[in-house]
């Protein structure tokens, strides 16, 4: 298990197709970044490039094996629309928590 926020984090198991294996940590960096940027946009108050960041969320996820990415988006896009500040980041902290506990089994 990894370590974080002072405590231990179960693993979130996915599977991927092995043809993914050499573009998901790209993918999944990316994610990082979008969350620092989202985050960044929240305090600018740039709803419009929050939603965008969550609809291409709610786009790649799934094609990557990522189901929960997708959701998250989702969620993060719906909340970017309606200018739901704390619906982003309650979405925003979930999809944190699934990066930092995802591991990719490929199979």
Request: negative net charge.
């Amino acid at each position: 298990m990894r370590k974080g926020k002072g405590k231990f984090l179960d693993k979130i198991i996915v599977q991927c197709d092995p043809d993914l294996e050499d573009l998901i940590p790209g993918y999944l960096n990316n994610r990082e970044k979008d969350i620092v940027a989202i985050r960044e946009s929240l305090d600018s108050g740039d709803f419009e490039k929050v939603r965008t960041l969550g609809h291409s969320m709610k786009g790649s996820g799934g094609g990557y094996g990522f189901d929960e990415v997708t959701r998250m988006g989702s969620r993060i896009e719906s909340a970017a629309l309606a200018k739901d500040v704390e619906g982003v980041e309650e979405a925003l902290q979930e999809l944190e928590d699934y990066i930092n506990r995802v591991e990719v089994v490929f199979s």
